[in-house]
C-alpha cells in the first residue's frame, strides 16, 4: 500500500511499541522525560487495559517493543506484562537503564529481549549522561540476570549490552566490548547518539563522526539534520503503530509529546485507529508534504524490524516476590517526572 501511495484501508500492524510508562528515574539530558520537556501526563500502563489490548491484537502483532518515554520496569505489573503477550505468542522486546531490574522477574516474564543501555563504563561517565542512576546497580542486575538465566538454560531470555556513544565516553568503546564478552552478554550494541538541537550536538556528539547519522556538512553550517532525509515516504506507519500508557496512539517513536494523535486504541481498537481519518490524515501529509511534518525532521531513518519467528515461551519459573523497597514507587516517580 505504501508502494502504491495508498493510505488505506491497511491490515492491522504487525509491530506495536507500548509505554509502560512515561515516568523515569533518570534525568537524560537528551530525553523530553529526563530534561522535564514531557508536556503529557505522568502515568502507568494498566494491566488490565494491557491484558485486553492483547487479547485483541495478538493474532496480527508479531512483535512488542516494550518501551517508550519512560523506564519499562517502574511500571510494577512490566514482568506480568511480558509474560501475558509472550503466552500470546508474541515476540517481545525491551530496553533500560538497568537500576530496578529483577532478575528473577524478567526470566519469569520470558522476555526475548532486553537491552541494557549504559551511559559510560565508570560511574563519571555512566552518570554524565544518566543523570540520577547508579552504574554499580545497573551492573549489579545484569550481572544477576546473566547468572539466573545460566539456571534456567531453556530461556528464551536473550541479553543486550548497549552503550549510548557519547563525547564524554567515546574512548571507552573498546574496554565497552570486551567487558561485554567477558561477562557473558549475548551481544553488544554501540548505540548512535541524538540530539535534538545544536546546543545538544555540540554538547554530545562524539568528536569521532563515524558515530553520527547527522549530516555533517549541515552541522558545520549550523543547521542538525540527519544524512538521508526522508522524502515523501516512511517505512514505519504502513505496519507499526506506537502506543502511549494511556492508549493514545501516535506514528512512531518521534512523537514523545503526542503532537499527532491518532486516537485510543483502549477506547476504539487497534484497527479502527490504525485506519481511522487522522492516521490516513498522517499518511497522506507524509506522501504528499513531509518537509512540513514536524517529527520527520530529525528521523534517524532507521530500518524497519524485521518479522521475527517466535520462540514458545519457556513458562516452568512461577512468579517470586520481587523487592521493590529499593525502587521508588512508581507513583512517586510519576509525580516527580
Ligand atoms: S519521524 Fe516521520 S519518517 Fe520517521 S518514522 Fe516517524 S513518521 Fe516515519
Redo the contacts with the bound molecule.
Keep these: 500500500m505504501a508502494r502504491m501511495h495508498r493510505v488505506g484501508p491497511l491490515l492491522p500492524p504487525v509491530h506495536i511499541a507500548i509505554e509502560p510508562t512515561n515516568a523515569c528515574n533518570a534525568r537524560c539530558p537528551v530525553c523530553e522525560t529526563g530534561k522535564g520537556e514531557m508536556t503529557r501526563r505522568k502515568g502507568m500502563l494498566d494491566l488490565t487495559n494491557f491484558q485486553r489490548f492483547i487479547d485483541r491484537s495478538a493474532r496480527w502483532t508479531n512483535s512488542l517493543f516494550f518501551y517508550f518515554m519512560g523506564e519499562p520496569f517502574l511500571n510494577k505489573n512490566a514482568y506480568e506484562m511480558i509474560r501475558y503477550a509472550r503466552a500470546k505468542g508474541i515476540w517481545v522486546d525491551t530496553c533500560t537503564n538497568g537500576d530496578f531490574v529483577d532478575a528473577k522477574g524478567v526470566i519469569y516474564s520470558d522476555i526475548n529481549r532486553i537491552s541494557f543501555q549504559l551511559g559510560g563504563m565508570t560511574e563519571k561517565t555512566h552518570q554524565r549522561y544518566r543523570v540520577g542512576t547508579s552504574l554499580e546497580k545497573a551492573h549489579a542486575n545484569l550481572l544477576e540476570l546473566i547468572e539466573e538465566r545460566r539456571k534456567h538454560p531453556g530461556s528464551n531470555v536473550r541479553i543486550d549490552v548497549g552503550l549510548i556513544v557519547m563525547r564524554h565516553n567515546e574512548h571507552e568503546v573498546a574496554s565497552f566490548l570486551k567487558w561485554a564478552k567477558e561477562i557473558g552478554a549475548d551481544t553488544a550494541n554501540i548505540i548512535d547518539p541524538c540530539a535534538r538541537n545544536m546546543t545538544e550536538a555540540y554538547a554530545y556528539l562524539p568528536r569521532d563522526r563515524k558515530y553520527w547519522f547527522y549530516d555533517e556538512d549541515a552541522f558545520e553550517r549550523g543547521e542538525l539534520r540527519p544524512k538521508v532525509v526522508?522524502q515523501n515516504e516512511?517505512i514505519?506507519?504502513w505496519n507499526s503503530m506506537q502506543i502511549n500508557w494511556n492508549g493514545d496512539a501516535v506514528?512512531?517513536c518521534?512523537d514523545p509529546n503526542g503532537h499527532h494523535i491518532l486516537g485510543n486504541v483502549f477506547e476504539d481498537g487497534v484497527l479502527r485507529v490504525f485506519n481511522g481519518k487522522p492516521a490516513r490524515n498522517f499518511r497522506h501529509s507524509?506522501l504528499e508534504r513531509?518537509g512540513a511534518?514536524d517529527?520527520?525532521r530529525l528521523?534517524s531513518?532507521y530500518g524497519m524490524p524485521e518479522l521475527v519467528r517466535d520462540l514458545p515461551a519457556s513458562f516452568s519459573v512461577v512468579r517470586h516476590q520481587i523487592d521493590s523497597a529499593s525502587a521508588p514507587s512508581p507513583q512517586d516517580s510519576a509525580d516527580k517526572g
Design positions: 526522508p516512511c514505519w506507519i506514528p512512531c518521534r507524509i513531509q511534518v517529527i520527520c528521523c531513518g
